[in-house]
Every structure is written in C-alpha cells, then in structure tokens.
C-alpha cells in the first residue's frame, strides 16, 4: 500500500471518529445511574443537615447551662433572663427560638430552658440547671448540675422541661443527651 493512500485512510479513519458522539442508549444509561445514585445519597444528606441544624440547638443550650452555674456561683441565684448570663447569643435563630423559666431568687433551686425548633424535621431541645443540698458525713454541701434533653419525635413544640425531684430528670416525651 503507498504512503499516499496509507495517508488518505488514516485522516478518513480520524475524520470518522471525530464526527462520533454518545448514541441515546449511552446518554439515557449515564442519566439513569446518576438518578440512582442521588435517590441513594439525598436522604443521607437530608439526615446530615438536620443534625448540624440541631446541634445550634445542643450547642446554645449547653452553653445556657454552664453560664447559669457560673452565675449562680458567683451571686447565688439563677439569672432570670438570656442577657444577664452575657453569653451572646441570640433568643431567636433560623431554626430555633429560646426560652428560659425560673431563677431570679436565692431560694430557686432549678431554672429550665427550651429550643423550640422552627421547623417541622427538626427535634426540640430542654435544659436545666440546679443546685441541691446534699449532706456528706453530717455536712451539707451546695451540688451544681445540668442536664440537656432532646425531643424524641421533630416538630415545632416545646420539649417537656427537665425536673428535679430526686436529681434532674428529662421530662415526658424527651431522652438526656447530655451533662452540661
């Protein structure tokens, strides 16, 4: 075979393939395990980003906790409102509005907070501070403690707030997350 027609069947053979492109069949499989692929990850990514949204909720509270022993130790009572703990934190977020109940007075031995969510995928929260008076070898001792209780179901309602009757204790309908 001459150069010249070796030449001539080669820029055909090139020509060819540049003018080929995906066949429908092609195109509708790459379309179809991409469809599969995303009705697999959404829910996943759907369960991710109610988790980050309810740790603002787990985050905030805590915090709520640890400020209120703060300020108990430091002038013995409860504050009585978000701004005197000087947290900086918001009452009211994208996804959750906070609440809190009590103190106020040397004589409240529990204050209670809530995060009740805004959205219905999303879980509520309950906190709750408070002090008991606990005798060890015939002295009393003052016990600090804190309990963070998240909703067992979402919703938009306000989680059943912690009490403390023999110790502290997650209300109805709620599960302990946490010590703060």
Partial sequence: MSANLKAKLLQHLAKKKADEGFTLIELLVVIVIIG???AIALPSFLSQSAKAKQAE???????WVRGQKAFREN???FATNWTDLALGMPTDTKNYTYNQSGG???SADLVT???TSK???LKGYAAAAAVRTVTVGGEQNREMSGILC???APGKTAPAAPTNT?????GDETTRVGNP
């Fill in 113 to 115: 907070a809530t995060a």
């Fill in 36 to 38: 599969i692929l995303a």
């Fill in 150 to 152: 998240e909703a067992n």
């Fill in 119 to 121: 959205s219905a995928d």
């Fill in 75 to 77: 002038y013995n009572l």
């Fill in 104 to 106: 106020g007075t040397d």
């Fill in 166 to 170: 023999n110790g502290l204790a997650c």
């Fill in 57 to 63: 909720a787990r985050n905030t509270l805590s915090a």
